[in-house]
């Protein structure tokens, strides 16, 4: 994972409330085999039918920060959800609430998902109606939200902001008590299960 | 200190004490991989640059998507073969040990791990699948994990966890003939109700667990998931031991008696106090089955389906209408009059050799209902081939039922043997809910013995009903 200190890019304001994983992400994109490659996914009913969408107006389409209504990412636990999001280049989702576990995934992928109060996301929803391709930087270290001249503070808790900054997904957290692993596994016993040589009924003495 | 059973194998694998909030790091023996939830896992490796810590701790099979006929054929379904196809290619890439389609260590992922002997007493087992569950028969902790901790497991081997709360589930008495393993978990599940074990690791103990076979304690803790509950163990002991010996993996000479010097230890310690305790005695139960659209909703056999206002809970009496209307069932009706299209024998839950033999000693002699169709799935290609040995597939064939290959089958709808819309199975199986066997099926869930007595009269029967029409 990625270390992320500052991000800016374009803000795309999405101005629904409730965005549940359903809608980030259909359930028949979840057949897929890649951790990757789930951008064509993203908000696929809204992109496909709604010509007016956000992401179908060329100023945001190659936005990278999006600012929702509550509850964000509600629904189903499909990690798929922030796959999508990050793949099609999604670095920072800004919202009021989001879902426990949306938030947990995003966490683990790299995603930052910032939360503002309601009178800061109809601001920022405000700056990027009226300027279409303005420019967002989200700076993690300060936890502020830049947006044409105003400032926002967002919240992120600081175990997620810590990792984020160190670019620590939990793999590479648990990978600095590589030592503890290498001592428990020199401690174990030498008939604990052990997949390989193969052994089956047939190759046995 | 005085400990539970889940307590020492949880505390021999902790590999850090987490800080401040942080959750403790717990060492992962045995990992199983299948096809459906480990391709993003090994990709997410990739995309890392990183590479599995233990590939000799880790196996793979094939069993979710796989058919159960004409095997040596390409897979019909695209996204099944892609599925199967990229387990391959990934197993090539990183050296993971695989049992394909036609090896004889194929099978159903908690079928294989205890055959080859990997499953142990008091080890550590994570599948990305729900079932792991069964393998704390042995006195393992095993449970299902997502994607994420799949990939978490192959980079690390280890996985942070928040520990869980004990419920001592306590089986007393005898089971009665005809009386199973299976009706033991349907008893429990419906008793504690499908939430009832959310945040425990079960313990399942008494005269009537250590009466079982492994078999049996497999069934049970195998649907431990079903109530909810992150697992399910049961104490290693003399049955236990005889089941690992001798099996392909198993600790040989002195490696042998220093393992089982260590398995005698994991029990839970007299003074030691479990957070829940449920008792069920074993000598009031008899065979069980479920009605509605959750494992929770089940009665014995001899019982009549119930009408939604017998349930006094809001959320149960909503619950009961909304799976009477799914079910097709009326009120008052005799669960033993309820009429099966197919009968489904096999699964993770019942699809061992012991299993079989008790569907077939129940088949043998008798005659199929004209109506029904019967599926007789092994868990394993090994279980096929013991099978074989014995003889049991003549009986299967004799009966008219279809004798087929090692999977999943029947048991998720995720291959092709699905039931149709509206086609009501008594299934052997775990999971009753809607849709689960195939789009608009019907599932009711049952022990071997109730399935096979089901499919020799047509409508959900047990054993013992055979022996008063004879």
């Not at chain 2, 939830?37 to 990739?46: E, H, I, K, N, V």
């Not at chain 2, 799949?150 to 980079?155: K, Q, S, T």
């Not at chain 2, 009832?196 to 492994?214: D, F, H, N, Q």
């Not at chain 2, 999977?407 to 149709?420: E, F, R, V």
């Amino acid at each position: 994972m990625e270390a992320f200190t500052t991000h800016t890019g374009i803000g795309v304001p999405l101005r629904r409330s409730n965005v549940d994983t359903d809608q980030i992400i259909p359930a028949v994109y979840l057949k897929r085999v890649t951790k990757t490659g789930f951008d064509d996914g993203l908000f696929n009913a809204w992109r496909t039918n709604d010509p007016e969408f956000v992401l179908n107006q060329p100023a945001y389409a190659k936005g990278s920060v999006l600012v929702a209504g509550p509850d964000f990412g509600t629904g189903s636990s499909r990690e798929h959800a922030v796959w999508a999001l990050r793949d099609y280049g999604f670095k920072a989702v800004l919202s009021t609430r989001f879902a426990e576990i949306f938030r947990g995934n995003a966490g683990k992928q790299g995603l930052v998902a910032g939360i503002l109060s309601q009178d800061d996301i109809e601001q920022l929803w405000k700056i990027l109606e009226e300027n279409p391709g303005t420019e967002v930087t989200v700076d993690l270290e300060n936890r502020q939200v830049h947006a044409g001249d105003a400032t926002f503070r967002f919240e992120i808790d600081d175990y997620t902001r810590w990792r984020l900054m160190e670019g620590l997904d939990d793999i590479a957290l648990t990978l600095r008590h590589e030592e503890d692993i290498s001592a428990f596994e020199a401690k174990r016993p030498s008939w604990m299960p052990k997949t390989l040589p193969v052994r089956t009924a047939d190759t046995q003495v | 200190m005085a400990g539970t059973l889940a307590e020492k194998v949880w505390a021999d694998h902790v590999v850090r004490r987490g800080e401040n909030g942080e959750p403790d790091l717990l060492y992962i023996d045995l990992q199983l991989l299948h096809e459906v939830t480990s391709p993003q896992a090994f990709d997410g490796l990739r995309q890392e640059g990183r590479t599995p810590r233990r590939i000799d701790q880790t196996i793979a099979t094939e069993d979710h998507n796989t058919p159960t006929i004409d095997i040596d054929k390409p897979i019909a379904d695209i996204t099944s073969r892609t599925q199967i196809e990229i387990l391959r290619r990934n197993a090539e890439e990183f050296g993971v040990r695989i049992h394909s389609l036609g090896d004889k260590d194929q099978g159903i992922v908690h079928v294989v791990g205890p055959q080859l002997g990997l499953t142990m007493p008091g080890i550590t087992v994570v599948c990305g699948d729900s079932h792991t569950s069964t393998h704390g028969a042995f006195g393992a902790l095993a449970f299902g994990i997502g994607t994420s901790e799949v990939e978490h497991v192959l980079a690390t081997q280890t996985l942070p966890l928040a520990p869980f709360k004990t419920m001592a589930v306590t089986v007393t008495g005898s089971l009665k003939p005809g009386v199973t393993a299976k009706d033991i978990i349907l008893a429990v599940i419906a008793k504690i109700g499908t939430g009832g074990g959310a945040g425990y690791v079960l313990e399942y103990r008494g005269e009537a667990i250590r009466e079982l076979s492994m078999e049996g304690r497999m069934t049970i803790c195998n649907m431990s998931i079903e109530a909810g509950a992150r697992a399910g163990m049961i104490a290693p002991d003399e049955t236990t031991f005889e089941y690992v010996k001798g099996r392909p993996h198993a600790p040989q000479g002195e490696d042998w008696d220093e393992a089982v010097a260590y398995w005698k230890t994991l029990r839970t310690d007299d003074d030691a106090t479990f957070d829940a305790e449920v008792v069920i005695d074993a000598d009031q139960l008899e065979p069980f089955v479920t009605w509605g659209t959750n494992p929770g909703q089940g009665l014995p056999l001899s019982a009549a389906v119930p009408a939604p206002e017998d349930f006094v809970d809001q959320t149960d009496r909503s619950a009961a209408e909304r799976a009477l209307e799914y079910m097709d069932l009326v009120p008052g009706t005799p669960l033993k009059d309820i009429k099966v299209d197919t009968v489904f024998m096999g699964s993770c839950t019942n699809g061992r050799i012991e299993d079989l033999r008790a569907f077939a000693s129940v088949l043998e002699g008798r005659t199929k209902h004209p109506d029904v169709r019967v599926l007789v799935v092994p868990g394993s290609a090994r279980v096929r081939l013991q099978a074989e040995q014995e003889g049991l597939d003549k009986v299967f064939l004799d009966f008219g039922a279809e004798w087929r290959q090692a999977g999943c089958s029947m048991c998720l709808g995720m291959n092709p043997d699905q039931l149709a819309p509206g086609e009501r199975a008594a299934s052997t199986s775990n999971r009753n809910f809607e849709g689960r066997q195939g789009k608009g099926g019907r599932t009711h869930l049952v022990s071997p013995v109730v399935a096979a007595a089901t499919a020799v009269r047509g409508t959900l029967s047990s054993p013992s009903d055979l022996l008063t029409n004879a």
